[in-house]
């Protein structure tokens, strides 16, 4: 038996295979049960926070409810420099360390977002996360860390395995896009079902979508994402910067002119 126990590697070469091939992977319980029930509490505490929850606070996004049409609240981004229980998550050693065996490299964090998805909020149709702006990271990498079980009935994030080596297929105009029409086979999709503590992985050239919450429950994730050291290094306050500018020009662009960061 050796003294010391030897560190084990944070991913198997299974697991790197399956990444390399299909866009995305699914770690199981890679944090305990305790630490999504703190995370849990935190969420309710940051849920209250009405000083911060204002339309023209470009921290918040909303969401209609499916039914009713009722604006809802529906994230924080970022979250992580109003919540040291959201931050530490997202610099956890654990999960950094997955992260940076996929890279072969160091992995900083790049954006951090809370998505509450109340009971009745509209998902999120087929998209990329890579936006053609000026040195967007090609190695933007998400790590969505369930906080509640996600299932297909609350919404749970659905992925399209192995079309992120198409690379992007929108135009790289600096807009947003949805996947355009046809662009994918939309009976390939996987529903990334997890519990609490697992963590589902995927590139910013895997299409994603989600369908609205239609339970009377939250699903509550963790979006963090990060870039490789060697594309930009650290790079989270220069993206919130330019990130922020870019959405008070959409918002003006449609007569929205009051907007803030808080
Ligand atoms: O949380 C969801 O339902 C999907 C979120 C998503 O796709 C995104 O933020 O890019």
Redesign the pocket.
Known sequence: MPAVAERTAPLTAAQRAAYDRDGFLVVRGLFAPLEMAVAALECERLYGRDDLKHTNNIRCRWKDHAATGECLFECFDPVADISPVMGQLARDPRLVEVVSALYDEPARLFKD?L?F?PPGAT??DL?Q?YIGWKDFPKTFVTAAVAIDPCAKGN?A?EVFPGCHRRGYLSPEDGDYHNVPAGAVDEGTGVVLELEPGDVAIFGCFVP???DANRSDGWRR?L?LSYNADSDGGDRRDAHYAEFHAWLKLKYAEYGKHETYFR
Do not use: E, P, Q
Request: glycine fraction near 14%; hydrophobic fraction near 15%; avoid cysteine.
């Open positions: 977002k998505i998805k998902g999120y998209h996360d919404g994030t994603h979508r989600s994730l979006y």
